[in-house]
């Protein structure tokens, strides 16, 4: 594990996993989750890749201060991350609110960005989602984490996989989101404050962009992805079948399998960064 400090004096911790040298993928992770989410990933690109996956603030090992947070603030910190790494451009993979920073990243530092993927994201939210968030945020705060998780939990999960695994994760889930409740809390408002108006510049965006929705996901729709992939110019979107918003855990191999296979094509053109 490794350590940095944000402009505001916040704390960051990163690790690196994969080839020294080879091109470096930034992995940015989603609402309440930390760097561990994306361990499948990171161990499926590391044999061609240099993962870099760090902890938003307020989740894992980086600092959590309390207050307000904003997402464009956690596009800047990961921004530092690369800079610690003496990394100059990176390919950037978000999942969630994860893909929402990293469209921020590409928009406020494009210098930085060789390549784009954004899975189980959007760039609005609809009055629905909205209500959702805020409800999410009210619960951790007045019940507590382990009542979030078992609340959210069918937003997450597939319904076969939610059948066949409840008990499980009736105990594991208050696991999931291992992050206190009023930093939870400070994320979900994050992406709340966040400037919908954004999804206009979308058209700026000019590099390599993979977009990954789940066909059963009812957190953030097909049609989310649609969207994006409407709104980046030469953006190819994958529908992984049977997939929830977890896809990247509860349908790893097919995730990888994309994602291996469009970083595959991208990067054997571009010079390491």
């Avoid at 464009?72 to 929402?100: N, P």
């Avoid at 989101?177 to 206009?200: G, K, W």
């Avoid at 996901?217 to 529908?239: M, N």
Wanted: hydrophobic share 45%.
């Amino acid at each position: 594990m490794s350590r940095t400090t944000a402009e505001d004096g916040t704390r960051l911790s990163f690790d690196i996993l994969g080839r020294p040298g080879a091109s470096p993928v930034l992995m940015i992770q989603g609402l309440g989750a930390d760097r561990t989410a994306g361990l499948l990933q990171r161990l499926a690109l590391a044999p061609r890749h240099r993962t870099i996956a760090l902890d938003n603030r307020g989740v894992g090992r980086s600092d959590k201060p309390r207050g307000r947070y904003s997402l464009d603030e956690m596009a800047d910190d990961a921004m530092r991350v690369l800079d610690e790494c003496g990394i100059d451009a990176a390919h950037v993979m978000g999942h969630s609110m994860g893909g929402v920073i990293a469209q921020l990243v590409a928009l406020r530092h494009p210098e930085r960005v060789q390549s784009l993927v954004l899975s189980a994201t959007a760039c609005h939210h609809q009055l629905w989602r909205r209500e959702l968030l805020a409800e999410w945020a009210s619960i951790a705060l007045e019940q507590g984490m382990g009542e979030l998780s078992r609340r959210s939990m069918r937003w997450l999960v597939g319904p076969r996989s939610l059948r066949r695994y409840w008990p499980a994760l009736g105990v594991l889930s208050p696991l999931a989101l291992n992050v206190p409740a009023y930093a939870f809390a400070a994320q979900a408002r994050a992406i709340l404050d966040a400037d919908d108006t954004m999804r206009q510049r979308l058209g700026e965006v000019h590099v390599p962009t993979l977009v990954v929705s789940g066909s059963q996901d009812i957190l953030t729709p097909v049609a989310d992805g649609e969207e994006l992939v409407e709104r980046i110019p030469g953006a190819e979107l994958v529908i992984i079948g049977g997939a929830a918003h977890g896809f990247p855990v509860e349908h790893a191999r097919a995730f990888n399998a994309a994602v291996g296979a469009f970083l595959g094509r991208v990067t054997a053109d571009q010079p390491v960064a």
